[in-house]
Nanobody, 125 residues
Framework: QVQLVESGGGLVQPGGSLRLSCAAS????????MGWYRQAPGKQRELVAR????????YVDSVLGRFRISRDNAKKNTVYLQMNNLIRDDTAVYYC??????????????????WGQGTQVTVSS
């Protein structure tokens, strides 16, 4: 099992910044993908950003140029999401995700996902 501990959410005014942190512990693997998803009221959970263990990143279009995901090189299972120029549409519960992809005997790749408890980000004046 992998445990994820998130921190850094809160209330911020439009145009402000927040930094989310997520630390993974337990049965971790050196090859993994860590990321942040969010879910706003009445909407489906969506990927915000993710970073693989080799440093490859992906972002949802709506946060490009405003958010930056990074990993702590000394603590390879810690990921950060720097959120700048926040807008009201960024209001949501943000969830940390830790994904391991394994090759099964059948030849099919299987994803195992672990989730944090979620942290609320509210952008409001």
């Amino acid at each position: 099992q992998v445990q994820l501990v998130e921190s850094g959410g809160g209330l911020v005014q439009p145009g402000g910044s927040l930094r989310l942190s997520c630390a993974a512990s337990g049965r971790t693997f050196s090859i993994n993908v860590m990321g942040w998803y969010r879910q706003a009221p009445g909407k489906q959970r969506e990927l915000v950003a993710r970073i693989s263990s080799d440093g490859t990143t992906n972002y949802v279009d709506s946060v490009l140029g405003r958010f930056r995901i990074s990993r702590d090189n000394a603590k390879k299972n810690t990921v950060y999401l720097q959120m700048n120029n926040l807008i009201r549409d960024d209001t949501a519960v943000y969830y940390c995700n830790y994904r391991i992809t394994t090759l099964q005997a059948s030849g099919i790749y299987h994803d195992t996902d672990y989730w944090g408890q979620g942290t609320q980000v509210t952008v409001s004046s």
